[in-house]
């Protein structure tokens, strides 16, 4: 293993006999010099982990030297320690200004110091591990990239990678050998509906790692049967969603429920209606798979057996939420009438600005998809043929009756 | 806790939602003038549910299942950004209304068609708004000057003969119909 590298700079190197015998002993090495050009020589050749300077430093001091480290990409990395023997308040304080990792009075206790070099050094090293591991990878937002075209990617690349995804406070993994979906894991769910969940998940993160993986092979399903089989559970759960209240709106029984019948599969879902409950804790706490408890949901939510609560009433329990609509139908409108807010907003605040930002990084990254395909994957007629034709004839019907009666005036 | 369940959680969903739920199709009527597509959905809407400046939101019921909501809104190029996108994910269709009477509106709108064709490829009617159907241009020439892409077609309008709109709005359908049946 390499051994950690301590450069130390001080006028008299005496006073520091005793720590640089700790170091030695405790596996460092380390170089001693007494003036800073020399200190900024060996910064370069050297290659400390860690710089311990006196303030007071022939031909070039402690705070010039830190500032010519931190200005040179090759080693403004290094943790920058600053020892002095002015106790004043004032150069403490210039010092941690400057932004020096830490500041040290002389005398110090050699097994203080000691302790402290170990945790500064042992917080780069955790951090350096984790960025070894991100590089290993890749992670990003699930709105910007969707639980299913992570898959996608992973089994056209071949890789093996564990993927955490994240949603909230809730974390699910899923495990993907050789290019090839072998397991997933959210709360109590077996795989399938793990993964059928985490694809219902629109916002949160996904981070992958590629890596070997042991696991065994849960699902032995074919990943592209699995691949399709959930743009289709997407597509369908998206439809339904939009004919819905959001679905972390709280929701409560509708009323004159007495003169309702209901089948056992309704009663199973309106028996998970609490005080508190939300529509996404009816479908999650249901025996049935998300789908079809959404879809059951989404029927009672028709006849009027069950309804969002309104504002004033989730206020009043104090847990109001946002993105509440009134009227079920007119989501889309709702969202229309945001996007046209927020284009003609208001004044050019750096809220405002902000978001322009990342309307144009957004832009950036999304110019270099293929347009066509997003469109053709993405966009879906909600309505089957026949349901089509019935409005072309109506359109149409109306259409020739107006006519006629147009017809009908003139003569 | 649930239960395990299969690995084909779709199920048999989509008999019933037509079953159980009144099936929307969504279009929107956008182009440079507002006032034209608020004509255009107020003139045949059963109802409007939603006006603001910037918008009006309408419904037409075609029976006791099916309903279109029509969203009459000013969009323009500089507009056409990835929040946009995840909307027009759930339209059926455009419908680009201009004003032909307006010299400069064909000039204007050209680009934004075409961006919105090349962007969204999904079906698309652009309207050219008239007093008179019978004074326009024959549509030939329209074609060859806009030379529209496969997923749009062009054909006038006159907003003040609802039978005229629900042409629009039938051209649109068909659109969808070839398009994806």
């Known amino acids: ?411 | 806790m649930k239960a395990a369940v299969d690995f084909d959680p779709t199920g048999s969903t989509s008999i019933a939602i037509a079953d159980t739920q009144m099936r929307i199709g969504e279009i929107a009527i956008v182009g440079p003038g507002l006032e034209s597509n608020r004509k255009f959905v107020k003139a045949v809407c059963d109802e409007v549910i939603l006006e603001t400046e910037q918008l009006v939101f309408g419904r037409l019921r075609i029976n006791e299942q099916l309903v279109l909501h029509l969203y009459g809104l000013r969009l323009l190029s500089n507009q056409l950004n990835p929040s946009w996108d995840l909307l027009s994910k759930k339209l059926l269709g455009y419908i680009v209304l201009f004003n032909w009477n307006h010299n400069e509106a064909l000039a204007a709108v050209k680009p934004f068609v075409d961006e919105l064709s090349d962007r969204y490829r999904i079906p698309m009617v652009v309207a050219a708004a008239v007093q008179n159907t019978n004074d326009a241009l024959p549509e030939r020439l329209l074609n060859v000057e806009f030379d529209l892409a496969k997923n749009a077609q062009f054909t006038f309008c006159n907003l003040t003969e609802p039978a005229s709109i629900k042409n629009v709005l039938a051209a649109l359908v068909n659109q969808v119909i070839e398009s994806y049946y």
């Open chain 1, 1 to 411: 293993m390499e051994r950690k590298r301590i450069l130390i700079a001080t006028k008299i190197p005496q006073q520091i006999q005793d720590l640089r015998a700790a170091l030695l002993a405790n596996g460092y090495e380390v170089k001693v010099v007494d003036n800073g050009f020399v200190a900024l020589q060996l910064s370069r050749d050297f290659r400390p982990h860690l710089i311990l300077a006196e303030v007071e430093l022939p031909k070039i001091d402690g705070h010039h030297l830190y500032r010519e480290i931190k200005a040179q990409s090759a080693t403004q990395h290094i943790p920058f320690f600053l020892l002095s023997k002015h106790r004043s308040v004032e150069e403490r304080v210039h010092s941690m200004n400057l932004g020096v990792d830490d500041y040290i009075n002389i005398p110090f206790d050699v097994n203080e110091l000691l302790l402290r070099f170990e945790i500064v050094l042992k917080e780069i090293a955790r951090f350096e591990s984790t960025a070894a591991s991100v590089s290993k990878g890749f992670a990003g937002k699930l709105s910007d990239m969707n639980v299913l075209e992570v898959l996608q990617t992973l089994h056209i690349a071949k890789k093996s990678a564990i993927i955490k995804i994240q949603n909230d406070d809730r974390e699910g993994l899923i495990f993907f050998k050789d290019g090839e979906f072998i397991d997933a894991s959210l709360e109590q769910l077996d795989a399938p509906s793990a993964l059928f969940r985490m694809i219902t998940w629109a916002e949160g993160t996904f981070r992958v790692e590629l890596r070997a993986v042991d696991q065994p092979r849960i699902v032995q399903n074919a990943t592209e049967e699995i691949i399709q089989k959930g743009l289709l559970f997407k597509d369908r759960w998206e439809q339904l969603s939009r004919m819905l209240p959001p679905l972390p709106a709280p929701v409560k029984i509708g009323a004159n429920l007495e003169k309702q019948k209901f089948t056992e599969e309704e009663k199973e879902i309106l028996s998970h209606i609490t005080a508190d409950a939300r529509l996404i804790d009816l479908v999650e706490r249901s025996r049935f798979n998300d789908l079809k408890a959404l879809q059951i949901a989404a029927g009672l939510f028709t006849r009027g057996a069950l309804v969002e609560k309104p504002a004033a009433e989730v206020q009043e329990n104090g847990k109001p939420v946002n993105g509440r609509s009134n009227h079920h139908h007119a989501n889309l409108a709702n969202l229309i009438v945001n996007f046209l807010e927020q284009k003609v907003g208001s004044p050019n605040n750096g809220h405002a600005e902000r978001r322009r930002s990342e309307r144009r990084r957004m832009e950036r990254r999304m110019r270099g998809r293929r347009w066509s395909d997003l469109s053709a994957q993405q966009n879906r007629v909600y309505l089957n043929q026949s349901e089509l034709l019935m409005i072309r004839e109506k359109l149409l019907e109306k259409r020739s009756q107006e006519e006629d009666d147009n017809f009908g005036m003139l003569y």
